[in-house]
């Protein structure tokens, strides 16, 4: 006798309030495994094209791996050129900002009535406060450098193995379906390694769009290295809707610091109002396009719950990872309700 569908949609929230708790807790092990995943979707028509050149399946999985590492390494480089740049300004960037804060000083004096000396002795005061945490803090950023570059080795050695094994790893998965449903199956992993693979890849591309358009308005407005705030950005969207409201903001803050008066920090608002508009309304329609088809409102949803468990990790594979999911719901019949329910609204 089948289950009532209430008792099927308990079970599912069930389901998924213990999914929540397991991924939460086990954030070191499943973070470079998503990463690694949603990297190998991403590359795997790139491997399949060099097996059709008749490339093994292992020398194709190291090229495609070894591709990543020179694109990281490329964006890396070209930071790494406008950060020299950015380096050679820092005297007078280092003068304007003293500059600036001595006027925040007077500001406040002058609005509040605290006289500059109690507000020296006050960050003084602050600064022997936290001068014990020092030793904390450098011990803090070691522990997360270190951290990262283990997580950086294991992101691409599970993005290699998935690549070589991925034929046996969907082997495994058709096993675990039953016969009338295998090429259901088949079509739901086809359809996830594409949705993600062009959401990535249009993402990528309209990174470089961005670097464009915010590289002409920060040059138009007067940004001293404004092809380095533009990069940032750019890289910065990654982390959807925090990224590049971030990007913007440091590039007020150093806008500022470089002497830059109201004209340019409206300038710089103008520039970041108009590419959002251009990204809203034609990048993200054309360029990324609607692989992941997911409302707005999960859209955001997924974003603030990816945060809330993975942290920035979960901001980054948030929109894929619901996207691959509400795939998996559209063919599964009792799960076909909570696909509608963050899918698109089919009007």
């Not at 190998?40 to 070894?66: D, H, I, Y």
């Not at 799960?335 to 609204?345: A, R, S, T, V, Y």
Request: glycine residues 12%; proline residues 3%; aromatic residues 10%.
């Amino acid at each position: 006798m089948s289950l009532p569908p209430v008792f099927r949609s308990n079970q599912v929230i069930l389901l998924f309030i213990l999914s929540v708790v397991v991924l939460y807790f086990g954030k070191p092990f499943f973070v470079p495994l998503t990463i690694a995943g949603i990297l190998a979707m991403l590359f795997l028509p790139f491997c399949q094209w060099l097996e059709r050149k008749n490339l093994s399946r292992g020398l194709s999985a190291f090229t495609a791996v070894f591709s990543f590492l020179l694109l990281i390494a490329g964006i890396f480089m070209l930071l790494g050129w406008q950060i020299s740049g950015l380096a050679e300004d820092m005297a007078d960037i280092q003068e304007q900002g003293g500059e600036l804060i001595s006027k925040v000083k007077t500001t406040i004096s002058d609005k509040l009535g605290i006289p500059q000396a109690q507000q020296d002795a006050m960050m003084k005061e602050q600064q022997s406060s936290g001068g014990g945490k020092a030793g904390a803090l450098v011990a803090g950023i070691m522990s997360g450098i270190m951290g990262l570059l283990v997580d950086t080795i294991l992101v691409l050695v599970y993005m290699f193995l998935f690549l070589l094994l991925r034929l046996h790893l969907k082997k495994f998965v058709l096993k675990l379906v039953d016969t009338g449903h295998k090429k259901t199956a088949e079509k739901v992993m086809t359809e996830s390694a594409k949705a993600a693979g062009k959401y990535l890849s249009g993402l990528g591309l309209m990174i470089v769009m961005l670097w464009v358009l915010y590289g002409i308005g920060f040059s138009i407005v007067g940004v001293k290295n404004g092809l380095f705030f533009a990069i940032l950005c750019g890289l910065l969207e990654i982390v959807p809707f925090v990224g590049n409201i971030t990007g913007t903001g440091i590039t007020l803050i150093m806008a500022l610091a470089q002497g830059g008066g109201t004209n340019m920090v409206i300038g710089v608002l103008i520039t970041y109002g108009v590419v959002q508009f251009l990204q809203t309304y034609v990048l993200e329609p054309l360029v990324v396009g609607a692989q992941v088809k997911l409302n707005p409102l999960f859209s955001i949803l997924a974003i603030v719950a990816g945060e809330l468990i993975w942290g920035v990790p979960g901001m980054v594979v948030a929109i894929p990872v619901m996207g691959i999911g509400e795939i998996i719901f559209d063919h599964v019949n009792d799960l076909q309700p909570f696909g509608f329910l963050i899918g698109e609204d089919k009007k």
